[in-house]
């Protein structure tokens, strides 16, 4: 017998092994369903394998690169042979400074470095460690509808209760207070925000900030502030520690993803109190080793030398370009979208005479091979909405609208 059969042999062996065993996963993952664009994009890659050449408008994922400063830190890091070994879970002292200067300098927070600051792999990891420094089994989380997917499917992963509350267009995807009081909240343990919101493109209000503080501390509710896309197509941006006492209830994240075109990179910052600090880094201790040295110089090589003119080009000049683009296909579409909206998403709501927004984005997707989110996976809010991301080139968009426009003349 030569090693393929006798390998094949013991293949077929483990096979029927395994269906004569009982396996069962996890009761927590019949909560949640696997991931839309993870599903989604197994489907635009068969469609692509066939020759559709399928443009993605959809994923949020900035195309550009980081500067050539922060890519040559990298490399330089990497040479050095002493660069390779476990990192604090807390971070280096590099790139807190950075982060604690960066936060100084954009948004006039002043934060402890030391104590401060918390560097994450990225904010999907900050939601997780968050929830489980903070929320048993059982009690509630506040979520947007619409919102981030992950604050959903992470909470409920961990055994909370999600209660969502409105974000509607006509109060420009901001909270609405007097609803939010008429809720029972003895079981709220954190809220979750995101301004500038995604996937609305509402922008961060101060008088929304005042009065989340204010919130937070009359029901001892954390109120958790993501804040990845301050410096998209903004001109303003804002934090929710800019506010008076706000440290003292509130966390916010933010990310490197967006702002300095590192999504692959994984690196963002989570600011509060050193008590909510400590928490949370209790948690991430016991499940992280840190990220690679290289990365995080390279990251605090970014945050501390990327001024004023490279956010601008990077962050609004070029994303404003592309928005031209999208507005287009959008009213290509028949749909209406707030010109005042922020962030590098454009969201628009569908014409009222399609059923369903799949009706919609699914026609687009194989008629004019163009791949657009639909709302609906952001929460029922969205279910007349689309998203259209603004994270490709120009004449990539241009080419879609001109499939758009081919396929709607039909």
């Known amino acids: 017998m030569d090693n393929n059969q006798h390998n094949d042999n013991i293949g077929t ?3 029927s092994n395994m269906k004569q065993c009982r396996f069962a996963p996890a009761e927590r993952l019949a909560t949640v369903s696997e991931y839309y664009f993870s599903r989604k994009l197994k489907e635009v ?27 040559q830190t990298l490399c330089e890091v990497a040479k050095q042979p002493d660069s390779h070994g476990y990192q604090p879970t807390m971070g280096t002292p590099e790139l807190r400074n950075a982060m604690a200067a960066f936060y100084n300098k954009w948004y006039g ?14 904010s999907k990891e900050g939601i997780l460690h968050t929830t489980l420094a903070f929320v048993n089994p059982g009690e509630e989380v506040l979520v947007p509808n619409p919102g981030y997917p992950t ?3 992470l909470s409920k992963i961990l055994g909370a209760k999600v209660v969502n509350y409105n974000l509607r267009e006509d109060n420009g995807w901001q909270p609405d207070f007097d609803e939010l009081e008429s809720m029972d ?20 209000r101060k008088e929304t900030y ?41 966390i916010e994240f933010n990310s490197m993803s967006k702002s300095h075109n590192m999504p692959g990179w994984r ?19 016991n499940i992280d080793s840190g990220t690679f040295r290289g990365i995080q110089l390279a990251a605090a090589e970014a945050l501390q030398n990327n001024g ?20 287009e296909i959008m009213k290509v579409l028949g749909c209406t979208y707030d010109t005042a909206q922020v962030g590098m998403f454009l969201w628009g709501r569908i014409p009222d005479s399609y059923n369903d927004v799949e009706e919609l984005t699914e026609r687009i997707l194989h008629e004019a091979r163009v791949f657009i989110t639909p709302g609906f996976i952001f929460g029922s809010n969205g279910k007349r909405y689309i998203r259209i991301s603004l994270c490709a080139k120009e004449e990539k968009i241009e080419a879609a609208l001109n499939r758009i426009k081919t396929c709607m003349a039909r």
């Open 13 to 15: 062996a483990d096979d």
């Open 45 to 71: 890659a068969q469609l692509n394998a066939e020759g559709k050449d399928i443009i993605s408008l959809a994923i949020g994922s900035p195309d550009m690169p980081p500067s050539e400063r922060t890519i």
């Open 109 to 122: 927070v002043n934060l402890d470095a030391k104590t401060e600051i918390q560097p994450l792999i990225g």
């Open 151 to 153: 604050y959903t499917s």
């Open 185 to 204: 909240l003895s079981r709220v343990k954190l809220m979750w925000t995101n301004y500038p919101n995604m996937p609305t493109g509402g922008n961060a």
């Open 210 to 250: 005042e009065k989340l503080v204010a919130f937070a501390k009359k029901h001892s509710i954390v109120v958790v502030n993501d804040n990845p896309y301050s410096f998209i197509l903004n001109d303003n941006p804002m934090s929710i520690l800019q506010i008076p006492g706000a440290k003292d209830c509130c």
């Open 267 to 285: 690196v963002a910052m989570c600011a509060s109190n050193a008590t909510f600090i400590g928490w949370i880094l209790k948690v991430k201790s």
């Open 308 to 327: 004023t003119e490279w956010h601008h080009e990077a962050n609004i000049t070029t994303y404003a370009r592309r928005r031209k683009y999208a507005e």
